[in-house]
């Protein structure tokens, strides 16, 4: 199923959503305008807007809050986006330039920041104490999971809970919020709320795992950034994990992360892809999908809540 | 007058807002929580939470939504500082190393992301979608206007103008939001907001021209980061502008922006130090104090209104 036809329920406020993403380049400074309009417009799969939407839509849907809440969380995405590649030194994203690689990380951290900045007034719009309050421990939790992260590069002995600790809070705490505040924002009841953070937090985590799945085995082409870029970077996945598990003595990821020389990276890729590793990992993405849409059944029964359902098959499939 | 005096009206709540941001630190990172221990302690003159205290105490005076704000200014404000910092690789602030010097410019990015998120945390207990909205635009101003600053380094054609631009959104704008915030958080009538406003805008340039003139005036001891940063940094400051326009060919500012030689800047100091651009400079600011001033006799008659009167005494003899 294509991403389109999952969206339909709320195409047209995705659309919105999106134009209302490309006026916030409406600033005072005409060379940051120019650079915002073409950041916000690469809104991607624009997955947590959606997602917003499509919680939403599951109760009683108010465009007046929902609209500042998906252009909030996009935001925020961009932001921390912005920052990770200044961090991780990235030279490309959906094969393009980053901030930093074109005007340098200083632009990259003022970048951010404002993103951030206009993440936060768009989910003031929403008037919800308990959603901006969300929407701030949200932040700290994907800034803390990031440190985290840094801090644990390079380093082969990282255990699986680790990793599972540090994809929620660089990944599914987002899409949770994504999820809680639709539904907040629509006045779902609290057992409705529970289950849509429960949606987010394992749609989230299997999102992940497939992302770090697609480092290994999808193409630079399709990605837009070279393969093998976790490894590149230190950053231990499922795939290395399993990999590191099977061979623990003279494994390419320890190699890798001891002499950070890439051709190691290319014996790591070619070794994972000829293994069961893949399936493995997909297996556990399923059952995260699975988990995810576990209590789905209590909602109303709607055409969203069919799209959740779809969009979890999608998790799994997407190529990109 | 010491800052102790004029604080007097507050200075018990002003002891439970540093002890709060003492407590932020108890996070789930041992490693994070450590510095971050380190960074909230460094609170320095506390001046961002007394301005909001002060303002509430004019009026309804309530702690609940006083307090969360008073924290949240001086975590924005601790926040930017250590994306400063990272920005303008400094070395030393307040005499201590910076983060970016200690664990390098990823920590510190991230870091001030979490601080942000931390400040967003508290200002939500605010309620007040006003005063959240208000403080986001101010993270606004601030980042926008810092990319400006950035911009527009070593770039000695830039007007008087730009410059007061330029402070208001570094330094003003979270004055302002401090002021404003304590006003409104206590009911205070809508005229009385703007007086606050107009309070809040007035100090903080007045406060900053006076930073400014400290970095040609005082000492590295006393200030804790060399003598002359600013014009290292390619800043253009109103005593600098005051330099160039009096020597428009061959003045050291020009010639440190073109050459980055640092031998240049002992002659730009020497040579504002020997002349009347200092009392030029403190007469605008203290034109700034008075502006800041002019309509605090409309507010309330409380010992509050006397410490803002007094703080702006304060901010034109300050030494660090």
Known sequence: MELNEIYAPVQEDLIKVKKSLTSISRIDYQWLSEQLSFLVRETGKALRPALTLL??????????YLMPMSVSVELMHT?????????????TRR???TINSIWGDEIAILMGD?????????????????????????????????????????????????????????TASLFSLS????????????????IMKEYGDNLGIAFQIVDDILDFT???????KPVGSDLIQGTLTLPAIMLAERYPEDNP????????????????????????????CFKTASEYCEKACHNLRS????????????????VLVREV
């Not at 002499?259 to 994972?272: E, F, G, L």
């Open 179 to 194: 999820t809680q505040s639709g539904a907040i924002l629509s006045e779902a009841p609290e057992e409705s709320v529970a």
């Open 114 to 170: 404002y993103l951030f900045a206009k993440a936060g007034e768009a989910v003031a719009d929403t008037q919800s104490p308990r959603v901006i309050k969300l929407f701030s421990q949200t932040l700290g939790t994907i800034s803390s999971g990031e440190i985290n992260q840094f801090r644990g590069a390079f380093d082969i002995k990282q255990s699986r809970e680790n990793y599972f600790h540090r994809i929620y809070g660089k």
């Open 79 to 91: 932001a921390t986006l912005v920052h990770d590649d200044a961090i991780d030194n990235a030279l």
């Open 55 to 64: 919680s939403g839509k599951c109760f009683k849907y108010n465009l007046t």
């Open 218 to 224: 999808s193409t630079e082409e399709a990605m837009g």
């Open 253 to 280: 990821v320890q190699k890798t992360f001891e002499t950070k020389d890439t051709k190691y990276v290319a014996k790591a890729i070619d070794m994972v892809r000829n293994s069961d590793i893949i399936d493995e």
């Open 299 to 314: 909602l109303p029964d709607t055409a969203s809540r069919q799209s959740l359902y779809d969009l979890a098959d999608f």
């Open 95 to 97: 094969g393009r330039a």
